[in-house]
């Protein structure tokens, strides 16, 4: 089993940064692959970055590429901050190869979500 627990996150006006942690335990074999994703009142849950922590590989969405950056401890620092980056941001783990994935049914555990604010 794994065992996700998100932190950071919080309120800022556009142009502003924010960071958001993920705190990973349990089986590492299930957890080759981390990923951020945010979910928006109305819509999907998306996938914003991910990352295999033991080879450093990453995959952005199009949306927040240049803007934001996953790191190997599962973190995501989000600079230039516009309006539509809020949500509700999850973290989450899968298993199922050694490569970065956005696919949500993809990945197996998921943390309970860190709110991101970000007013015009």
């Known amino acids: 089993q794994v065992q996700l627990m998100e932190s950071g996150g919080g309120s800022v006006q556009a142009g502003g940064s924010l960071r958001v942690s993920c705190l990973a335990s349990g089986n590492p074999d299930l957890r080759k692959y981390m990923g951020w994703f945010r979910q928006i009142p109305g819509k999907e849950r998306e996938g914003v970055a991910s990352i295999v922590p033991v080879s450093g590989a990453t995959r952005y969405a199009d949306s927040v590429k240049g803007r934001f950056t996953i790191s190997r401890d599962s973190s995501l620092q989000m600079n230039n901050l516009k309006p539509e980056d809020t949500g509700l941001y999850y973290c989450?783990?899968?298993?199922?190869?050694?490569?970065?994935?956005?696919?949500?049914?993809?990945?197996?555990?998921w943390g309970h979500g860190a709110q991101v604010t970000v007013s015009s």
């Open positions: 989450a783990a899968g298993g199922d190869m050694w490569f970065p994935l956005l696919e949500r049914d993809r990945y197996q555990y």
